[in-house]
């Protein structure tokens, strides 16, 4: 096989490098196949399923579950006080809370293995007043949800099907979009 090489000269390659340059490229596959084998697997929850139900202390130790929000628009969040997009967020969603908690809509933070002290101070902080429940084994998080980056966001109909999944964080507008498109949903 002749092949041109940076300085324009050609040469003759040698039976060992193409061997070596196949034996890379079909190893590559072969890995890249084993990681996304099944990927469904490792996929979350998707739009138009059932959002999972779960059971989780909210910071006063009371345990909260996602039925017993049905009949309401949810917008259930993943977040950490060490994410810094989570903190940027905060403040956005606390907005769109105080403006529609009153009309069927809750936004449900779901703090990823904290404490409580550490997810109460760090609201405090920021003054978050919406409802919060601890994932403190994470179990939610990775196992039901399978969350990657967070902060991420589901946006919840009234009959629990997730209407809108969204990662990174969300301007109050963005949110309030979404909101509202699900509110005047029937």
């Known amino acids: 096989m002749i092949q041109r090489i940076g300085g324009g000269k050609w040469y003759q390659a040698k039976p060992v490098g193409q061997l070596l340059f196949l034996f890379c490229y079909w190893q590559s596959w072969i890995i890249f196949a084993l990681i996304n084998f099944n990927k469904s697997d490792k996929m979350g929850p998707q739009v138009g399923q059932a959002a999972p139900d779960f059971s989780l202390p909210d910071l006063v130790g009371n345990q909260l579950s996602l039925t017993d929000l049905r009949g309401k628009v949810i917008l259930l969040n993943f977040w950490g006080s060490w994410c810094d ?34 997810a109460k101070g760090f609201m405090d902080r920021l003054g978050i007043t919406f409802p919060t429940v601890l994932d403190a084994d994470r179990d939610v998080t990775l196992n039901k949800y399978k969350i990657g980056p967070i902060p991420t966001s589901f946006f919840i109909d009234r009959k629990g099907v997730i209407q809108h999944v969204y990662t990174g964080p969300m301007s109050a507008g963005y949110i309030e979009n979404q909101i509202q498109t699900l509110l005047s949903q029937q």
């Open 85 to 118: 997009p989570c903190k940027k967020e905060m403040p956005d969603l606390e907005q769109v809370y105080q403006a529609y908690k009153d009309k069927g809509v809750v936004v449900l933070g779901v703090n990823i293995g904290e404490s409580k002290v550490t």
